[in-house]
């Protein structure tokens, strides 16, 4: 920690080690205080090195001894690391140092965890656990010997031995020091197998907390699962003996992919009926897939740097939103997919935030785990996918794990083997790596003799540092639709190069309704003006199922807006047809969930601002409120027979089938609720088996407040489970009146389960209060305070966290003077703590809009 403005570093002034390594050997002393960690490596000068400067990295950790060939030396200490004179040759550098697990309160290096021991060393951990090159392009086989007085040590690759208080394990699989791993605790494991399709047998082991092991059936099956779908659709197969999930209570993220030995977030593994929501038992599965397809997309192929971060995340998000695709509802997958693009890396693009999904220079890497690299990066691979087909994709694909098998490789590698396999030239599209923002497209149509054009105009909005944007490279997948609702033009993919570009189909009778970005080809936001009526005809007749959904999601949205800024907005057309959608049982009923889920209040204030308007989040909150009345009263008569349409007679599945049933069924009941003043969610609360409907039963109460009984219940039930008392505070956040928001908070940081050094449980309750936008945009300035005081707090506890959440205010400029002045004081309060973290500064610094 320091106050030193701190510097960042570029993309540009990257060098090639200096120093390659043939081998890693490590030994573990487990001490909860003083744990000793013994290292010998064997270092070759990198032939395509231009210095022979050695440097290690190391950062809090007590240098013992350390050796060169084994003549002890006195390395010099500088910032960050060490360095020290060595041969010009081959050579074995060997090291000694103490670390202190038990006050590692950051959750970066080796740290505790309930008395067990864990890491995490993504992005820059590793330094905490011995000197060492921590940078991705240095890769080397690792043998782990750990000692210590704990039944199970774990750590990457296969074992190689072990016996009473050791363990040793040896990871054949030349890795980067971030994708290190180990574990060591009273754990114990769910184990099955799973045989390869070359028929080698892998062994599969989840390891857990005693008592959680009736929570683990779900993540081995998808585990499973997603080992098979990635032999069958990548071809890639797994590679070691042994495959290992640990499911850790304090975890930074979700998830963790080190080699071999995954370590996960337990709400990102540990599932029940009785203690997990459908939308938790779907994350799982979905993260558990995203770690094993990093086996081959981020570590057999890993980055070079950490500007290339977008080439292992983006195409595994990609991966891992395919096979979510394939064991769900393709439709379904990409609308949740989308909206949660839009309600997070839109929202990143159209701020003080906004960054490249490769950056050119970052202060701290742990800052750029962002929906942009992750999320906007997938929909990159997603647009590649859509201009070369799918065999295209797939040869490409083959091409780039036969190339750069091994390897540390670049965003610009990748993009190659796309090149070098189709002959097209991606010069342009290279632009979507390196142009921050979100473009706009401006769509409008006419129609002359039977000729229907279109007429796209593409413009890209200034972002922090890059003031002019270039034309973008977009697909736009198109159907057209005839006025009787057949379809006249089936899906094509346009491909918009130009900042003003027109398509034209002849032959057609009629004027034709286009269906515009099917299935959302492109992260771009649609700005064209169309009636109510050809949005519900679209809601009505459009056979791509994203843009049906979309059409409906425009109709509400417009409706809202001319809700907010007009005084009679009308609302028939639009609750007219929602009520045809709703009883149209042709349709899936996660669909119809989906279609009935109004535009979040965020996005209706992004909309807004974009209009040249001042946001109120009040008045936001308040006319979704008026809207949800208005459909409850309008579908009324059909919501008791649709309800009971929406029963699960079958014992409880996790599966898209039921969950699909279950999420229709509540949308109702919160319709209902504002119709019987909780009688249906009360009953509901009482006889759910499973946590999703008891939850949004739960949910709707609050609504009405009438919880009270229930929330006590609740606590009463779940009081051992912190993942289910993580729920427990953060629905009384979500659900809290605007007015009331901030109280309610502070009240919840006063409980004693209220364990803030827990990121789960922290991010339960501000993560709460961040996406309660009418709460915390209060024009009281509570909720700025509150959030502000406590990111000070958690700061120099754990920087990670504290600076990610900083995002809560990265919308300030959005809103009115009397706002924008509350959250800048509170950001200048952050930025003004001694001590401030270099992540919490650069944050707060990019937020503020600093030079
Ligand atoms: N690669 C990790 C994220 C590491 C975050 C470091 N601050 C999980 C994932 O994306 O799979
Ligand atoms: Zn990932």
Known sequence: ???????????????????????????????????????????????????????????????????????????????????????????????????????????????????????????????????????????????????????????????????????????????????????????????????????????????????????????????????????????????????????????????????????????????????????????????????????????????????????????????????????????????????????????????????????????????????TIYEKGAELIGMMKTLVGDEEYYKALDLYFERHDGEAATIEDWVRVFEDNTGRDLTQFRRWYKQAGTPRLKVTDDFNDGSYTLHFEQETPPTPGQDEKLPQHIPIALGLIGPNGDEVVTTQV???????????????????????????????????????????????????????????????????????????????????????????????????????????EDDLAQTLFDAGLTPDPTKIYQTRETLKQAMAEHLQDTLPRLSSEMDVDAPFKPDAEQAGKRALGLALLQLTNRLDGGAAAQSLYDSADNMTHRLGALGCLLDVEKGNGALTDFRKRFEGDELVMDKWFSLQVAHAAPDKAANVVEVLTKDPAFNWKNPNRFRAVFGALMMNAAGFHHPSGDGYRLFADWLIKLDPVNPQIAARMSSAFETWRRYDADRQDMMTTALKRIKATKGLSRDSQEMIGRILGDD
């Open 494 to 600: 346009l491909e918009l190069t130009e900042a003003k570009q027109s398509f034209t189909f002849d032959g057609l009778g009629a004027k034709p309704t286009p269906s515009i970005l099917r299935h959302f080809s492109a992260p771009v936001i649609v700005q064209r003006d169309s009636s109510p009526a050809e949005r519900a005809f679209l809601l009505a007749h459009d056979t791509d199922p994203f843009n049906k959904w979309e059409a409906g999601r425009t109709l509400a949205k417009d409706v809202l807006i001319a809700m907010v800024t007009e005084d009679d907005a009308p609302l028939s057309e639009y609750l007219d047809a929602l009520a045809v959608m709703l009883r149209d049982d042709s349709l899936d009923p996660a669909f119809r969930a989906l279609t009935l889920d109004l535009p979040g």
């Open 1 to 371: 920690m320091t106050d030193a403005t701190p510097q960042p570093i570029y993309l540009a002034d990257y060098t090639p080690p200096n120093w390659l390594i043939e081998g890693v050997s490590l030994t573990f002393v487990l001490d909860p205080t003083a744990t000793r960690v013994r290292s010998t490596i064997r270092f070759t000068p990198n032939p395509d090195a231009t210095s022979r400067t050695f440097f290690l990295h190391g950062e809090q950790l007590e240098l013992i001894r350390a050796a060169i060939d084994g003549n002890e030396i006195t390395p010099k200490m500088v910032e960050g690391g060490l360095t020290a004179d060595v041969p010009d040759h081959a050579f074995t550098w060997e090291s000694e140092v103490e670390i202190s697990p038990e006050t590692n309160t950051a959750l970066s290096g080796l740290y505790m965890s309930n008395g067990m021991y864990c890491t995490q060393c993504e992005a820059e951990g590793f330094r905490r656990i011995t000197f060492y090159p921590d940078r991705p392009d240095v890769m080397a086989p690792f043998k782990v010997r750990i000692e210590g007085d704990m039944p199970v040590l774990l750590s990457n690759g296969n074992p190689s031995g072990s016996g009473d208080g050791w363990a040793e394990w040896h990871d054949p699989w030349p890795k980067p020091a971030y994708l290190f791993a180990l574990v060591a605790g009273e754990l114990i494991a769910r184990q099955d197998s799973f045989t390869t399709m070359s028929g080698k047998k892998v062994d599969l082991k989840l390891w857990v907390r005693p008592g959680d092991e009736v929570k683990t059936a779900f993540g081995m099956e998808a585990l499973k699962a997603s080992m098979k779908w990635d032999e069958e659709v990548y071809g890639r197969e797994y590679d070691l003996d042994i495959f290992q999930i640990v499911a850790v209570s304090d975890f930074n993220m979700g998830a963790m992919e080190n080699k071999g030995l995954n370590i996960f977030n337990t709400s990102a593994v540990l599932a029940s009926p009785e203690t997990s929501t459908d939308a938790n038992f779907e994350r799982i599965e979905a993260i558990i897939a995203h770690e094993y397809f990093h086996n081959w997309t981020g570590n057999r192929i890993t980055c070079r740097d950490w500007f290339q971060l977008s080439l292992k995340e983006g195409l595994t998000v990609f991966r891992d939103q395919q096979f979510s695709g394939d064991m769900r509802s393709k439709a379904v997958c990409r609308i949740n997919d989308v909206s949660a693009l839009r309600g997070r890396q839109f929202r990143e693009d159209n701020g003080p935030l906004a960054h490249q999904v490769q950056p050119d220079s970052f202060v701290e890497i742990n800052n750029f785990y962002t929906a």
